[in-house]
C-alpha cells in the first residue's frame, strides 16, 4: 500500500463586510495612505462591526461553511477540528468546539492552536500528523483572528497593518505523493519582548491598572521584529528549497505571511521567485494574522493546479516562524 499524505482538498474563506481604508485611518491616527502604502503594502483592511457579527468564532464558522457548501461534505464526518487563532473568543473555553458544534461536526473533538502569525503554518503541520497517522480521515483547519479586538486605534505603529478575517482547509490522506512533502518549523522565546500582547494572560491579569495602561493591546518593537522576520522567513523558505532540491522553476507558488510586502519580496528575492509566483492579498486584508495563510488559498485557488509545488513562510510573535513544502492536490 502507498504511504498516506496529508492534503488539502478544500478551501474556504471569509472576510467582514467593512473596509477600512488607508484614508479613513488618516481621520483617526496621524498617518496617512502614501506611508502606509510605501512602508507596508496596505491599502486597505477588513473590520469585524458589532452588526455583523462578534468574535473570532463568527469569522471561523463563516469560513468553514463556505468549504463545507463548496465541497458538499457532511460536517458529521469531520474527525477534527482545529483553529488557530491568536484571539480565541475566550481565554479558557475552547474556540474551536463551540466552532465545531455551530458548523454540525458532531462527531469531532476540536481545539485551538496558538503560535501567533505562525499558527496556521504550525497548524499544517499539527493536523497532517493526524492525517498521516492514519486515524482520521477528516481534519478541518480553520485560521481566523479578529485583530480589531486587540488593536488601539490610537497607536499608529499597530492598528494600520492589522485586520480581520478567516480561511479553512479540509485535510484527507492521500496516496498519490501529493500534500504535505517537508516542514522546517522554529520558535525563540527570546522575541517575546518586541512583539505580543502583555495583559490578559496569567502573566498579568486584567486590573484597573492593566486596563488604563492599555496592557490589553498588542505590541511591536517594529523595526527589531522586521529584521528578524526578513532573515528568518528568508531562511526557512531557502533551506526549504535546499533540502528538497528545488530551485526556483520547480517552485510554482510562494505562500507568504502577509506583514509586510518588503518581507514578502525580501523572501522572494532569496527564493529567486519572479513575482507572479508570489501569492499577495496584504493590499486588500492587511495582516490578518493566522487568517492569512488559508485566505491566499481561498483568493488563488482557482490559479492552483494538481502536482503544484507549494512554499509556505510565515514570521511570527514568540518569535515562531517556518516553512512547509506542499504539493496541490487537486
Ligand atoms: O506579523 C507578525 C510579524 N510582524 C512583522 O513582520 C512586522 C515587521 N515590521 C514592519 O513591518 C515595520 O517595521 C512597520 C511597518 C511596523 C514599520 O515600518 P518601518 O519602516 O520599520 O518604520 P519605523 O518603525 O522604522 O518608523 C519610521 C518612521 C518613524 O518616524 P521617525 O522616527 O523616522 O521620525 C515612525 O515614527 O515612521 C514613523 N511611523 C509612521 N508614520 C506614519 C511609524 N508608524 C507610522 C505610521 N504613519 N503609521
Known amino acids: 500500500m502507498n504511504k498516506i499524505t496529508a492534503a488539502i482538498t478544500a478551501v474556504g474563506g471569509y472576510v467582514p463586510k467593512f473596509v477600512m481604508t488607508n484614508k479613513m485611518l488618516e481621520e483617526i491616527v496621524?498617518?496617512?495612505?502614501?506611508?502606509?502604502?510605501?512602508?507596508?503594502?496596505?491599502?486597505?483592511?477588513r473590520v469585524l462591526k458589532e452588526d455583523e457579527g462578534e468574535g473570532t468564532s463568527f469569522l471561523a464558522i463563516k469560513a468553514a461553511e463556505d468549504l463545507i457548501a463548496k465541497k458538499n461534505i457532511n460536517?458529521?464526518?469531520?474527525?477534527?477540528?482545529?483553529?488557530?487563532?491568536?484571539?480565541?473568543d475566550n481565554m479558557v473555553a475552547s474556540?474551536?468546539?463551540?466552532?465545531?458544534?455551530?458548523?454540525?461536526?458532531?462527531?469531532?473533538?476540536?481545539?485551538?492552536l496558538l503560535a501567533a502569525c505562525s499558527s496556521f503554518l504550525f497548524g499544517i503541520s499539527t493536523v497532517a500528523g493526524y492525517i498521516e497517522s492514519g486515524r482520521y480521515k477528516k481534519v478541518l483547519l480553520i485560521g481566523a483572528d479578529k485583530m480589531s479586538s486587540?488593536?488601539?486605534?490610537?497607536?499608529?505603529?499597530?492598528?494600520?497593518?492589522?485586520?480581520?478575517?478567516?480561511g479553512a482547509v479540509l485535510f484527507e490522506p492521500n496516496t498519490e505523493g501529493l500534500g504535505l512533502q517537508d516542514e522546517f518549523l522554529r520558535a525563540d522565546g527570546s522575541g517575546r519582548q518586541f512583539l505580543g500582547m502583555e495583559g490578559g494572560g496569567s502573566l498579568m491579569p486584567a486590573t484597573i491598572e492593566?486596563?488604563?495602561?492599555?496592557?490589553?493591546?498588542?505590541?511591536?518593537?517594529?523595526?527589531?521584529?522586521?529584521?528578524?522576520?526578513?532573515?528568518?522567513?528568508?531562511?526557512?523558505a531557502a533551506e526549504i528549497m535546499e533540502r528538497n532540491s528545488l530551485t526556483h522553476e520547480d517552485v510554482d507558488w510562494l505562500v507568504p505571511h502577509q506583514a509586510n510586502k518588503r518581507i514578502i519580496d525580501a523572501t522572494s528575492n532569496r527564493m529567486g521567485l519572479d513575482s507572479d509566483k508570489v501569492m499577495m492579498n496584504i493590499q486588500k486584508y492587511g495582516?490578518?494574522?493566522?487568517?492569512?495563510?488559508?485566505?491566499?488559498?481561498?483568493?488563488?485557488?482557482?490559479?492552483?493546479?494538481?502536482?503544484?509545488?507549494?512554499?509556505?513562510?510565515?514570521?511570527?510573535?514568540?518569535?515562531?516562524?517556518?516553512s512547509i513544502y506542499l504539493k496541490w492536490a487537486y
Open 30 to 45: 496621524d498617518t496617512n495612505d502614501e506611508w502606509i502604502t510605501t512602508r507596508t503594502g496596505i491599502k486597505e483592511r
Open 75 to 88: 460536517p458529521e464526518e469531520i474527525d477534527l477540528v482545529v483553529v488557530a487563532t491568536a484571539t480565541p
Open 95 to 112: 474556540t474551536a468546539a463551540f466552532v465545531a458544534s455551530e458548523i454540525g461536526a458532531k462527531n469531532a473533538f476540536a481545539y485551538d
Open 150 to 166: 486587540i488593536l488601539d486605534y490610537e497607536d499608529r505603529t499597530t492598528c494600520i497593518i492589522f485586520g480581520d478575517g478567516a
Open 210 to 236: 492593566s486596563v488604563t495602561n492599555k496592557k490589553h493591546y498588542i505590541f511591536q518593537e517594529g523595526r527589531t521584529v522586521f529584521k528578524f522576520a526578513v532573515s528568518n522567513m528568508a531562511g526557512a
Open 287 to 322: 495582516n490578518t494574522t493566522s487568517g492569512t495563510l488559508p485566505l491566499l488559498l481561498w483568493d488563488y485557488e482557482k490559479q492552483l493546479k494538481k502536482g503544484d509545488n507549494l512554499v509556505f513562510a510565515a514570521f511570527g510573535g514568540g518569535f515562531t516562524w517556518g
